[in-house]
């Protein structure tokens, strides 16, 4: 089975532009969950998506926003670029075995915001 | 709020030494615990998992854990490692009905050869 797939894997933004990043699942896969992941912060919890409804949140502002599509495909959106936006933002997806749940990531996407 | 600490920030070891990394969480019910690996330039994969059943779990590469519950503990171990376990280790829980895993900030370990 392929992996956790992530495009774009790199990323130079300036500040108040904004992006979007997108993912694609394990094939079966419903869930993904993405994370933020900085040296000084470690990963970050952003968001939740389940059958293309937003299950669960972090604590980021409005800012960060995401989607799931009907083919389990998930895009993230950052509007107004920050420079502390500056990150590895990681995609994962989730099997399920009854309520066990285990993730899998993609390689991430490395934004830099000038 | 529920946390994960991981004590060791870098470990530095040479070949063949043993290894352990703590990993201690805060939550007193039922708990789902998982150990990330990640190398140089690649991405984060899962080393093994604890979620019932037998407290020490057996992972890849030689890596096993034991899950301690009076001391809210997961820790990594591995009798023997090789210059290739360099790579930074991620200590992750799953507490409750909040299905946000909550991660450690990680144990960057560099083997000498």
């Known amino acids: 089975k392929a992996g956790v797939t992530q495009t774009p894997r790199y990323l130079i933004k300036t500040r108040g532009q904004q992006v979007t990043l997108s993912c694609s699942p394990i094939?079966?896969?419903?869930?993904v969950s993405w994370y933020q992941q900085t040296p000084g912060q470690g990963l970050q919890f952003l968001f939740e998506?389940?059958?293309?409804?937003?299950?669960n949140k972090g604590n980021f502002p409005g800012r960060f926003s995401g989607r799931q599509f009907s083919n389990s495909r998930s895009e993230m959106n950052v509007s107004t670029l920050e420079l502390g936006d500056s990150a590895l933002y990681l995609c994962?997806?989730?099997?399920?075995?009854?309520?066990?749940?285990?993730?899998?990531f993609g390689p991430g996407t490395r934004l830099l915001v000038l | 709020a529920q946390s994960v600490s991981q004590h060791n920030h870098h470990v530095i070891l040479s070949e063949a030494a043993s290894l352990e990394l703590g990993c201690n969480y805060s939550?007193?019910?039922?708990?789902?615990l998982f150990w990330y690996v990640q190398y140089p330039g690649q991405h984060l994969q899962l080393l093994l998992k604890?979620?019932?059943?037998d407290p020490l779990v057996k992972g890849i590469k030689g890596f096993e854990a034991e899950f301690i519950k009076s001391k809210f503990s997961f820790n990594l171990r591995k009798p023997s490692v090789q210059w290739s376990d360099t790579a930074e280790y991620f200590c992750?829980?799953?507490?409750?009905?909040?299905?946000?895993?909550?991660w450690g900030l990680g144990t960057s370990l560099a083997v000498n050869p």
């Open positions: 998506y389940f059958s293309e409804t937003q299950r």
């Open positions: 992750a829980v799953n507490a409750g009905n909040n299905r946000k895993l909550i």
């Open positions: 939550y007193g019910g039922t708990v789902n």
């Open positions: 094939s079966g896969h419903r869930s």
């Open positions: 994962a997806s989730s099997l399920f075995i009854g309520l066990q749940e285990t993730q899998y």
């Open positions: 604890y979620f019932s059943g």
